[in-house]
């Protein structure tokens, strides 16, 4: 017998993160003495104290804070199993995550190159923020992504370049670097690079959420920036943008689950490799 069953994993994650059997018998649509019954059968079963229970408060104990942390990464894999499983097993749309503007133009000829296959499904195109691509496809949120690399973290993803582009520096005119034609970046020491959200250790400035945002403030002078070239050309007024010529080259590549070899996804990946070369 299974010492712990997915509903009774429920319960417990309820009233873990409600820390009162009330809020989380109303929260599950059950009785809360029920509820408490099933918390001791929980308790006896792995001979562990989940709680610890007074007349005014309930809290977790080391052992509760442990399941609670595993309890929820396996109800989500739970779920994430559930939501694949019946995705492969119908013709749900394939959903296909980009960051605005992120696509280089390549979206249109991928789109079109893959409404060809036979195994082709509608596509949802989703769009994200700077760094949570990779976040929707680990979570089965998206089925492709569009990503950045070596910025944005492949692991545990599969993925082909489809684009290799250099990086320019994004200076407002009149900047003391924008007449050059270009820089390395000890040129940019002392510049103030805004922070983009989820990135560690990243810029000294204002933290901006997309590429409007970062227009706005090199504009005005109060940030620069180094991104892929793609992603600010054309260079919009009031900008001008400067190869970095030690930057690196930056990589978009289309990319999936490591281990997801489904049909529909793997044609997609098809098509948009097939574009490399024209």
């Not at 109800?75 to 499983?85: R, V």
């Not at 923020?129 to 993803?157: K, S, V």
Request: glycine share 6%; net charge negative.
């Amino acid at each position: 017998m299974d010492l712990l069953e997915v509903r009774e994993l429920r319960y417990f994650v309820a009233v873990a993160e409600e820390l009162h059997f009330g809020r989380a018998a109303a929260r599950l649509s059950i009785a809360q003495p029920a509820l408490s019954k099933t918390i001791q059968r929980i308790e006896s079963r792995l001979r562990v104290q989940l709680f610890d229970r007074t007349s005014r408060s309930v809290a977790l104990t080391p052992a509760g804070a442990a399941l609670l942390e595993h309890g929820r990464h396996a109800l989500n894999a739970m779920t994430i199993a559930i939501q694949n499983t019946q995705r492969a097993a119908g013709d749900e749309p394939l959903r296909f995550v980009i960051k605005p503007g992120g696509d280089a133009n390549l979206l249109s000829g991928i789109l079109a190159a893959y409404a060809q296959h036979p195994r082709a499904r509608q596509v949802d195109i989703l769009f994200s923020g700077a760094t949570d691509r990779t976040d929707h496809l680990h979570d089965g949120r998206a089925d492709a992504a569009l990503l950045y690399a070596p910025f944005d973290d492949l692991t545990g993803l599969a993925a082909e370049t489809l684009h290799v582009e250099d990086r320019v520096a994004v200076l407002p005119e009149g900047h003391r670097l924008a007449a050059r034609d270009s820089i390395i970046l000890d040129d940019l020491d002392d510049e103030v690079f805004p922070r983009w959200p989820g990135v560690p250790d990243d810029g000294n400035g204002p933290e901006i959420a997309d590429a409007a945002a970062l227009i706005a403030l090199v504009r005005i002078g109060r940030v620069i920036a180094v991104v892929p070239r793609s992603l600010i050309t054309p260079a919009p007024p009031g900008i001008v943008c400067v190869p970095v010529t030690d930057a690196g080259p930056s990589q978009i590549v289309i990319a999936r689950r490591e281990h997801d070899h489904r049909d529909h996804v793997t044609a997609l990946i098809t098509a948009a490799a097939s574009l490399r070369q024209k």
